[in-house]
């Protein structure tokens, strides 16, 4: 399998023939062949996707030690090289392109060497004699890429919504609570079609947001039970060829204790390699949260719009200087940088949907891309997440003045009137107080249609802008 050729290198040989690796490195002969085929876009693993490879590893050597399908020094080697790569030791080890071999192949054997290898120093021997420790022999004992690499997905996939995208949407949530109830006597002018309508409350339109992202984030709870059901133990074709009996119930039940994690057996191992719709699924979540992230984002620069010729109804906190050639210009950069993001997550999610329906028979060869993109998803969007609540939302203050006096000189207040005089006169109002500049009071009084005790118990901005509770 391997020879030391000097100090500096040894030889290693597979199933196509001799290389030369230098003896620094813990990967070994079949990474080196993926990093000369791949030179694609220099994007490397995302870390989340190593550490669901590695527990799965790590998993899968407690299981086959135990069961002795590999033995227990072999096995307890793996396990202290699982964690020493997930305490953040030979990160630099895992090489291989996002674009590589069809269905991971490439990524997969990277782990399986790395591993293998310092399992090798752990026990007293030298990288490349996998006579000794084999990447394909013991540390991939039982397993296939096949079954290996869409567990990682779903692993990687629980690892970040638990690590990132979650606590952001948390975050998020409580502050714009925060903030609803901080702006809820403030009254504004509301605009649909982006004319003027009734008047709202500032904090009811943080509260809505709340809300939102709540809804998302129960979708996304929803969607991401589908990640808990592993088709680990399915081997290559999903039959489970060459696993212990015990194999398949036991690691996913160690996997379940390693992440803290609900997790279960697929009920058919062959379906849960072939169909991608659990990562569709949580995509979709991603992709709809994003719609409305950019939503938000877009309102809150528009409300932020000014300072002398827009709307300028809430400041956004400052963060940098906005223009090269302007001076004192600041810009809504977290809003605007939030929307980038969220078309990005949309453009991943319809590559997931492409990939997902490229699968053949036994297999879905597009898993790679697949992984990076879900992953990257959640990840790049509760960083962002994060970052807009931190940097943009917590600071965000209201200019009360204006926000009333838009309430008050708006025309859509004379929607209050439609039940007193009738819908055809509060139109005629409304033209002509835009046509002659005079306010609604003035002409409703002068033309006898209220008192002006009614007009005042009518045109109550206070009253007007309140959510009628549900009875």
Request: charged share 15%; aromatic share 4%.
């Amino acid at each position: 399998m391997t020879q030391q050729r000097n100090s500096q290198s040894r030889i290693e040989r597979d199933s196509m023939g001799d290389r030369e690796i230098s003896s620094s490195v813990y990967y070994g002969i079949q990474t080196v062949r993926a990093t000369e085929n791949f030179p694609i876009s220099g994007i490397r693993p995302l870390p989340t996707y190593v550490d669901a490879c590695i527990l799965i590893k790590k998993a899968t050597a407690i299981v086959n030690g135990e069961l002795g399908c590999i033995p227990q020094d072999i096995s307890q080697a793996i396990v202290q090289a699982a964690d020493e790569v997930l305490a953040g030791q030979f990160r630099e080890q895992f090489v291989v392109d996002v674009y590589q071999a069809g269905a991971g192949t490439s990524h997969h054997m990277n782990v399986n060497e790395v591993l293998a290898n310092r399992a090798l120093e752990i026990l007293g021997d030298h990288k490349g004699n996998y006579k000794r420790v084999s990447p394909n022999d013991h540390v991939n004992y039982g397993q296939s890429t096949n079954d290996v690499i869409p567990t990682a997905i779903r692993i990687g996939g629980l690892l970040a919504l638990s690590r990132t995208l979650h606590p952001a949407l948390e975050g998020a949530i409580a502050t714009l609570e925060a903030k609803a109830a901080e702006f809820q006597d403030i009254v504004r002018s509301g605009r649909t079609h982006m004319q003027d309508a009734v008047p709202v409350r500032l904090g009811e339109n943080f509260r809505a947001w709340a809300h939102i992202l709540t809804e998302h984030q129960n979708r996304i709870y929803t969607a991401s039970g589908d990640l808990m059901v592993l088709g680990l133990g399915g081997s290559a074709a999903g039959t489970g060829l060459n696993t212990h009996p015990q194999y398949r119930a036991r690691v996913i039940s160690t996997l379940a204790e390693l992440i803290n994690s609900p997790l279960q057996p697929a009920p058919h191992l062959m379906a849960a390699m072939q169909s991608m719709a659990p990562f569709v699924n949580v995509s979709g979540a991603l992709r709809n949260l994003a719609q409305d992230l950019v939503k938000i984002s877009h309102d809150l620069r528009l409300m932020d719009s000014g300072p002398k010729t827009g709307l300028k109804e809430i400041q956004l906190p400052p963060v940098q200087p906005g223009s090269s050639i302007m001076p004192g210009k600041y810009n809504p950069v977290m809003a605007e940088m939030t929307s980038m993001v969220c078309f990005q997550v949309m453009g991943y999610d319809s590559a997931i949907a492409l990939a997902a329906q490229a699968g053949q028979l036994e297999l879905n060869v597009m898993m790679p891309l697949i992984a990076y993109n879900l992953i990257h998803s959640i990840e790049i969007l509760g960083n962002t997440i994060a970052a807009l609540t931190q940097r943009c939302i917590q600071g965000i203050t209201a200019n009360r003045e204006r926000c009333l006096a838009y309430a008050e000189s708006s025309l859509a207040l004379v929607t209050a009137l439609n039940t007193h005089i009738g819908y055809l006169n509060a139109a005629a109002i409304a033209k002509e107080s835009l046509e002659t500049g005079k306010s609604l009071r003035q002409i409703v009084l002068e033309k006898g249609l209220m008192s002006e005790a009614e007009l005042a118990k009518v045109l109550n901005l206070e009253q007007m802008s309140q959510i009628l509770p549900l009875e």
